[in-house]
């Protein structure tokens, strides 16, 4: 693919948004123009679903075959500590989401009762 999405011929690397001042993608999305039906002071529309789903593939390709190159085909052991990292963080998350909140709702409970009861409630 030189430049354009496979479903998309018309979207170039330079509709959407990757140039020389841009060239890592930074604002992902491209520039829409206006429909010339609509008044100006609509704002332009959000890009299609197949347009985001096609536009993602090609950065997730792309970011994989990057972090192959960089960590993989040399051996480092950089990415077994992404891994850990990535393990810790999914997994902390999800118990707060799951117990943590909870215990922490419960404990500032525990404390304001026992503020109030030594007349410290403000």
Not at 79 to 87: C, D, I
């Amino acid at each position: 693919m030189s430049g354009s999405i496979a479903c998309f011929p018309s979207v170039t690397s330079q509709s959407r948004g990757l140039s020389q001042a841009n060239p890592v993608g930074l604002f992902p999305f491209p520039k829409f123009a206006y429909s010339s039906s609509l008044p100006p002071s609509l704002p332009p529309l959000p890009p299609s679903p197949r347009f985001l789903q096609a536009y993602y593939k090609e950065q997730l390709a792309g970011f994989s075959k990057y972090y192959y190159w960089k960590y993989i085909r040399p051996g480092s052991v950089k990415p077994l500590a992404h891994l850990m990292v990535l393990t810790g963080v999914v997994g902390y998350t999800v118990e707060w989401f799951a117990l943590g909140q909870h215990h922490v709702a419960h404990k500032k409970a525990i404390v304001d009762k026992a503020l109030a009861e030594h007349g410290h409630g403000h």
